[in-house]
């Protein structure tokens, strides 16, 4: 199991941005934390500590909070959750607000893994995206995390931005390869509906992004990364290869791994998504709302929620399971979905399930068998949003 833990303030909204984040809450941080921890304790309590490998924090900025809550945080975890000693424990961070004294802490705290919101290298993008932070307070930050003993460090970046050249996303791929990251986490932009870009783009003050702009950076993305010894193991998502084995990553996300591989996962914070007993549900959305919900110490007899948003709750059919294993599982472009994995979790075959899909995906040359195990071609790689689709539940 893995535990993802919102921390939903930022000092200011990127014009991109719809996630349940804030800029003017910073008041409620320190009660927010008390709320979280007590989360924490009543979810561990109520699964009667279940084993987990992994904690993530996201945002939101969770770099927002002092280090110290953070460690709080990740103390009520080792107590209430049955947390292995070699638990990924990774904080997103933003390059504007780290220091090397906060590095360090988060060190010391247990955390062993960064992920940097860095977005792009060039600064008039940066100021455009409305980012807090150069391309050389980014620089700088990878280099102080260094130095307080982190070595598995990500980078968000993100291509396909309306008006970026080829040659633009090359020079700020370039200058990530250049800080020698163990991952990179690249994402196609998308114009969330309500955010500033989308009524930008509305009122014709900006183009919208180029779809055929942005394929041709993922494609020299997908060469680039391979010549410089990065193996693609998630459609978005590349880590250095282990010496001597070019198909391994060394250092892949474990908690990311985690939702590919349609595990169960809870979602501590406000409107944190869970998936745990075969039901998905969300918490409750707005930052005081949350608080008081947890403080009120009442779940619902099925499920551990002290913060649940009853309009959130899905329980999960065998089919809707089914569908997301292949969709989730394909997304893992070496490791595919197995035959066997599959008939094992749902006493049904790949083929008596999916047979006539897949054999119309083979045949198009978007899947291919390696083994036992189910993947995108390469062909399939590019057209993935389609190969995708065709296992929706009817
Ligand atoms: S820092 Fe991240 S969460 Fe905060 S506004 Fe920007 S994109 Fe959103």
Redesign the pocket.
């Known amino acids: 199991m893995g535990i993802y833990i919102h921390i939903p303030f930022?000092a200011?909204?990127?014009i991109?941005?719809d996630?349940n984040?804030y800029i003017d809450l910073d008041h409620l941080k320190t009660g927010y934390v008390d709320a979280a921890q007590r989360e924490i304790e009543m979810v561990g309590g109520a699964l009667n500590r279940p084993p987990a490998q992994t904690i993530f924090f996201g945002?939101?900025?969770p770099t927002a909070l002092a280090p110290e809550h953070l460690a709080r945080l990740i103390d009520a975890c080792r107590r209430v959750f049955d947390l292995s000693p070699t638990a990924e424990i990774t904080v997103e961070a933003?390059p504007g607000s780290v220091s090397a004294e906060g590095l360090r802490a988060l060190r010391a705290a247990g955390v062993n893994r960064l992920s940097f919101?860095v977005q792009s290298f060039d600064d008039a993008t940066l100021r455009f995206l409305?980012?807090i932070h150069s391309a050389d307070e980014a620089r700088q930050a990878v280099d102080e995390a260094r130095r307080a003993g982190f070595d598995n460090i990500n980078l968000d970046l993100i291509y396909g931005l309306p008006r970026q050249s080829l040659a633009e996303w090359q020079a700020t791929l370039e200058a990530a390869l250049a800080l020698e990251p163990a991952h990179l986490s690249l994402y196609a932009l998308i114009v969330e509906p309500g955010t500033p870009l989308q009524r930008s783009i509305e009122r014709g003050d900006i183009p919208p992004p180029d779809d055929d702009e942005a394929a041709a950076q993922y494609e020299w993305t997908l060469e680039r990364l391979a010549r410089a010894g990065y193996t693609q193991y998630e459609i978005s998502n590349w880590a250095l290869a282990q010496p001597g084995d070019d198909r391994t990553p060394r250092l892949a996300s474990q908690h990311n791994l985690i939702y590919w591989r349609n595990q169960f996962y809870v979602g501590i914070g406000a409107g944190a998504h869970s998936y745990v007993r075969g039901v998905r549900y969300a918490n409750v959305r707005h930052p005081q709302t949350y608080m008081r919900a947890v403080m009120r110490e009442q779940t619902p007899d099925d499920l551990p929620a002290p913060a649940l948003d009853p309009a959130t709750r899905d329980p999960i059919d065998v089919a809707l399971a089914q569908s997301e294993q292949m969709m989730l599982g394909l997304r893992l472009v070496r490791e595919g979905v197995s035959a066997a994995q599959f008939a094992q979790r749902f006493g049904a075959t790949l083929e008596a399930r999916f047979g006539a899909t897949i054999d119309a995906l083979l045949a198009r040359g978007l899947l291919m068998w390696d083994g036992d195990r189910l993947h995108l071609t390469r062909r399939g790689l590019l057209l993935a949003n389609q190969v995708m689709a065709a296992f929706l539940p009817d």
């Open positions: 930022c200011a909204r990127c991109y941005c996630f984040t945002g939101g900025t933003n919101g409305g980012r």
